[in-house]
């Protein structure tokens, strides 16, 4: 049995942190630290520790800061997206659990007669929790995509498209993903690689005694 009081004195010890990921292509720890340390520079007293598989620990001495910084937008690191959250005792680097990020999408050629704050937010909300609409969205100038910021959580599916049901009946909507360089098909995740479905299926395979090939197609997206 581990002993009760030490996990609790390193668990408050862990109350200001917050633990980081940067999804998409590999970016070395100095290269995202320095990023992240001109990004943050404003939020005073950090640390930054690398845990392995491409996690980050912030430790960050004022509370309001930290707070600051998990309310404070899209992050980026190169064009790429960075899910955050407190630490907590759940978490773990071989999970997405409580991870989550805001992120931009498009709703392209979107029926017309939708184009308005509360329908597009009922949209969103059908991917996320709306954060924030593009501020020129609804002028006339521009038809050929909505874009809305939306927290996601990094555990969940990203679906392709919705089914939306609307006046003129029932459509399908495309959804686009910015900031996220691949969507892999096999489960529309963020983070994962194909070494994982191959390791997966492998398991898979072991059970049913049958062998399949590995899809490696995956769906691109970009700024």
Not at 63 to 86: F, H, P, S, T, Y
Request: aromatic share 12%; glycine share 8%.
């Amino acid at each position: 049995m581990l002993h009760d009081e030490k996990e609790m004195e390193n668990a408050r010890r862990l109350e200001k942190v917050i633990v980081v990921k940067v999804f998409g292509n590999y970016i070395p720890f100095q290269l995202v630290s320095a990023e992240l340390r001109m990004q943050w520079s404003r939020f005073v007293n950090f640390h930054i520790t690398g845990l392995g598989l491409g996690w980050m620990l912030y430790s960050i001495e004022d509370a309001n800061a930290l707070e600051n910084i998990l309310i404070g937008g899209l992050w980026l690191v190169r064009g790429q997206v960075m899910g955050l959250d407190k630490w907590s005792t759940s978490f773990s680097p071989t999970s997405l659990k409580g991870i989550s990020a805001p992120l931009w999408i498009r709703l392209p050629n979107l029926p017309l007669q939708c184009w308005d704050e509360v329908n597009i937010c009922r949209f969103a909300s059908l991917v996320g929790k709306p954060y924030l609409l593009e501020g020129n969205m609804l002028q006339w100038s521009r038809r050929e995509f909505v874009r809305v910021c939306v927290r996601i959580p990094f555990d969940m599916k990203l679906p392709s498209g919705i089914w939306v049901e609307g006046l003129a009946g029932k459509f399908y909507q495309r959804i686009e993903y910015e900031g996220v360089s691949k969507i892999y098909f096999e489960c529309g995740k963020i983070g994962h690689t194909l070494i994982d479905y191959a390791d997966s299926n492998s398991k898979k395979e072991a059970g049913s005694g049958s062998v399949e090939a590995v899809n490696k197609s995956s769906l691109g997206m970009t700024m």
